[in-house]
């Protein structure tokens, strides 16, 4: 079945570094991308997506490009903040597997200033 | 615009008993989904609804969990009896569309259970 694996975290920066989480998928069909955000005591929100191979959803200072040779959908911001400290959730939504959208295990980010 | 509501925030309850919980969807929101998060796992869908009708609750655990959306708007999931594995936090999540493939979910902020 389809599956999202992303790196462990917690990933713990320094403001203004720059921050890269690994995310791989294998799925049966050709499925959309995404990557959600719970930031401390929110609710999962939409951070970008992206729906064929070589699209680059960004948001937020946030980019993440859909390749599909590599079956990877890496998150990276250049100079992150604070503010940025959540956990982030590759996610992907495969037409073949009935839509079902499946989340990989997370990846907690701690900036500190 | 109002986000989707869920209720309660916490809950703690004895393994072998009920518990159930309330989701409102955004206004306008055909489609429901309630997901089941343990600790350091990314959620897992447990069943989705349109309007007031099942669309997929292939990873439901039928024999103790049950859901519904009788009039298509609010929600209900309910757990009996619980077991220490439910131990999780349930989030319920709406969209305006059937098909997630290419469309935002909006999420509540959950119900954290805790089965002792």
């Known amino acids: 079945g389809d599956s999202v694996t992303q790196m462990e975290g917690p990933v713990t920066l320094s403001e203004e570094a720059f921050l890269t989480i690994n995310c791989t998928y294998t799925?049966?069909?050709?499925?959309?991308l995404f990557w959600y955000v719970q930031y401390p005591g929110e609710g999962l929100q939409l951070l970008l997506k992206a729906t064929k191979a070589d699209d680059k959803g960004s948001n937020k200072g946030f980019e993440a490009t859909y390749r599909k040779e590599t079956t990877s959908f890496h998150l990276e911001k250049g100079s992150v903040q604070v503010s940025d400290s959540a956990v982030y959730f590759c996610a992907l939504s495969d037409r073949a597997a009935g839509n079902k959208l499946t989340f990989g295990g997370g990846t907690r980010v701690l900036v500190k200033p | 615009e109002a986000g989707v509501a869920q209720s309660p925030r916490y809950k703690i309850i004895e393994k072998r008993q009920s518990v159930a919980f309330w989701c409102n969807p955004i206004?306008?929101?055909?489609?429901l989904y309630w997901y089941q998060q343990i600790l350091g796992q990314g959620p897992k869908l447990l069943i989705q609804f349109q309007n007031n009708g099942v669309v997929d609750d292939s990873q439901l655990p039928k024999d103790r969990f049950s859901a519904e959306r009788l009039k298509g708007v609010d929600s209900t999931l309910k757990i009996q009896p619980a077991k220490l594995e439910d131990s999780a936090v349930y989030l319920c999540?709406?969209?305006?569309?059937?098909?997630?493939?290419?469309?935002?979910?909006?999420f509540g902020s959950g119900t954290q259970l805790s089965v002792l």
């Open positions: 799925a049966t069909g050709y499925p959309s």
């Open positions: 999540a709406s969209s305006s569309s059937r098909d997630s493939f290419n469309e935002k979910l909006f």
């Open positions: 206004s306008g929101h055909a489609t």
